[in-house]
């Protein structure tokens, strides 16, 4: 079974990201289907303190995938204060995780802290599959349109194809025309 993990889907992170709707879209639709298969999401938050749910530095999760989130028996809501946000999601993995074999990773930025989370869910857990899902993930590090955000995705391939955490680490990269 998988489990989706959203990172970093604040207002702050958004500034200069010119495919948010399109975004939100895409991350509303995984939770969808997540919701309906009763699978676990977890939420996750940059914040000054990460175990302060009112620290709110970076804003609020977007209010799309607040509203696809609302009432949901299987979210848990971590926040984080550095890029990689796997120790914070630790001992939720271990203990409430036990059936989940895949964990699927979206939000932002997909060069920092989405990679970052990954390759620490990586080398910690290597019964799991960890999944960057490349369509619904973005970057404001990066130019986000055209050749720019070509860029990106191929510059963060190389990032997950250079890392050896027992294979079991992998993006998945939409196909372009």
Not at 149 to 162: F, G, L, M, P, S
Request: proline share 3%; net charge negative.
């Amino acid at each position: 079974m998988q489990a989706l993990i959203i990172i970093d889907m604040q207002d702050y992170f958004f500034d200069d990201l010119d495919q948010l709707d399109e975004l939100n879209a895409k991350i509303v639709e995984q939770i969808r289907e997540y919701r309906e298969e009763r699978k676990p999401i977890v939420l996750v938050e940059y914040r000054d303190n990460p175990f302060d749910p009112d620290d709110k530095r970076c804003g609020p999760t977007s209010q799309p995938i607040k509203e696809a989130l609302e009432g949901y028996r299987y979210l848990a809501v971590f926040g984080k204060d550095d890029d990689d946000g796997s120790e914070y999601l630790e001992n939720y993995v271990e203990v409430r995780m036990d059936g989940i074999d895949e964990l699927v990773l979206v939000g932002v930025n997909l060069d920092c802290c989405v990679i970052s989370t990954a390759k620490g869910l990586a080398r910690n857990h290597p019964d799991k599959q960890v999944t960057i899902l490349e369509e619904c993930c973005a970057s404001n590090s990066y130019e986000t349109a055209g050749a720019g955000y070509e860029a990106t995705v191929i510059h963060t391939q190389k990032r997950v194809d250079n890392v050896t955490c027992n294979n079991n680490l992998r993006m998945l990269v939409n196909q372009r025309d």
